[in-house]
């Protein structure tokens, strides 16, 4: 693999070099090429990469630019029925001018970095990169160094956005194997609010596209971003992701993950409690089956005093798939009068699944309230025999106790119209035979 791997580096840094842009991103692809450069690629023997393999990736020469291709309905893959939403398209990593919304919102600047005006390029030029570390993914560092485009949300002071803005990236099979880098800069100003939902989604065929995306979040005094990352492409796929989060005085973070598996699926989330009062409240889920894997690595740094965590995560898998879960929360010496609290719970339907979970908590202050736990567990034979004691077969049973195990934090998400989208494609996950499932559907309706 030495040599493939050899090849692999070359040939991505080939490819950073022929899109670097120059102008206000010089400095950041710079950084992110000699980051990549001198990064190691992850093995078995890289500690956050050791339950992971990357063999896949070293198999065919995706390190080319994608083409554009539409497809009819592709729509329906991303579009959700009763929320109105203001929508940026991207299809292999770039802009779809046709799909996209061109409403404005008082209060919202979204531009692409290619559009911005000197004022939003300079706000651009302060915030970018700053937050995405490069020290533990070779694949963040990647990012930075091909920079030359993005999203860019600015919500102005005071500001509550009457809808909320969704960037959707679709992934869809070219030509030839290839690599679409997509960026994503988010900044509250004091006391705005929005909610950003950010949807991967891919067409029901064999993929040969690699996703690259990193988004930063930078939330001001008082200010409050929901976000959710929604991962469903198809099980062929390849996504590298990132998420990194600043929070200042008093400020919220609410994130929503759901991440269904792929061929290779890595999420790192990045969350700097920098000024006290802040709060980040994190839950996820991921449902890997068949052979997909899963791997989200979460990082809170506790900086400052008197603020909040709350993070939760569970995950299902199936058949003979593997999941990866690796959450830190680091209190630094400053950061007295902490309060923060990390719970994964996972359920293995098969004896042949995979979990690695490892919370963990690092604590330097000695004023803190601080809890973590995980636990590894089958479905209840005693619920089981209940349910099939009343007349429901071993198994919907299976699917029924199955999707309790989640629906907790489904029913936590406060957007109803994508709340009800979910519960399907969820559902999906446990069996294709929808007489089995629409009774989970039903009761969402009914409610």
Request: aromatic share 8%; proline share 2%.
């Amino acid at each position: 693999m030495g040599e493939a791997v050899s090849d692999f580096n070359q040939q991505a840094l080939s490819l950073t070099q022929a899109r670097q842009a120059g102008g206000v991103y010089q400095a950041i692809n710079q950084l992110g090429a000699s980051a990549f450069e001198t990064m190691p690629f992850p093995t078995r023997k890289t500690e956050s990469w050791k339950y992971t393999s990357l063999h896949a990736l070293t198999q065919q020469n995706y390190n080319q630019s994608p083409k554009a291709v539409l497809l009819d309905g592709i729509d329906a893959q991303y579009e959700v029925s009763g929320l109105e939403v203001v929508n940026l398209v991207f299809v292999n990593g770039q802009f779809q001018a046709a799909l996209s919304s061109n409403e404005t919102l008082a209060g919202l600047q979204l531009v692409r970095f290619s559009e911005a005006t000197s004022e939003q390029l300079a706000l651009i030029e302060k915030h970018l990169g700053k937050l995405a570390e490069t020290e533990r993914n070779l694949f963040t560092a990647l990012n930075n160094a091909q920079v030359n485009d993005g999203v860019f949300v600015f919500v102005d002071k005071n500001t509550q956005l009457a809808k909320p803005i969704q960037i959707t990236n679709i992934s869809i099979k070219d030509e030839q194997p290839a690599t679409a880098f997509n960026r994503c800069l988010i900044v509250l100003d004091t006391h705005a609010q929005a909610t950003v939902i950010e949807q991967f989604v891919s067409s029901d065929t064999e993929q040969n596209v690699v996703m690259n995306q990193v988004t930063e979040a930078v939330i001001g005094d008082g200010a409050h971003l929901q976000h959710y990352r929604l991962n469903k492409e198809h099980e062929s796929s390849i996504h590298f992701g990132g998420m990194y989060v600043d929070l200042s005085r008093d400020s919220q973070f609410t994130s929503y993950q759901i991440l269904l598996g792929s061929k290779i699926k890595r999420f790192d989330v990045l969350v700097n409690h920098n000024v006290s009062g802040s709060h980040c409240e994190m839950k996820g889920v991921y449902l890997p089956k068949n052979e997909q894997q899963v791997d989200i690595h979460s990082y809170i740094e506790h900086k400052a005093p008197n603020c909040t965590t709350n993070e939760v995560y569970r995950g299902i898998m199936a058949d003979k798939s593997k999941a990866v879960f690796n959450g830190r929360i680091h209190i630094h010496p400053d950061a007295q009068k902490t309060l923060a609290e990390l719970s994964n719970k996972n359920l293995l339907l098969s004896d042949k699944a995979q979990i690695n979970t490892k919370p963990e908590l690092e604590i330097y202050a000695d004023d803190v309230r601080c809890a973590h736990g995980a636990t590894v567990a089958q479905l209840n034979e005693t619920a089981k025999f209940y349910l099939q004691s009343r007349g429901i077969s071993a198994q919907e049973a299976d699917i029924m106790l199955s999707f309790g195990f989640i629906n907790e934090l489904l029913e936590s998400i406060p957007l109803e119209a994508l709340r009800v989208s979910l519960r399907p494609l969820l559902a999906e996950q446990f069996s294709s035979d929808k007489s089995l499932t629409q009774h989970l559907i039903a009761d969402e309706a009914e409610a």
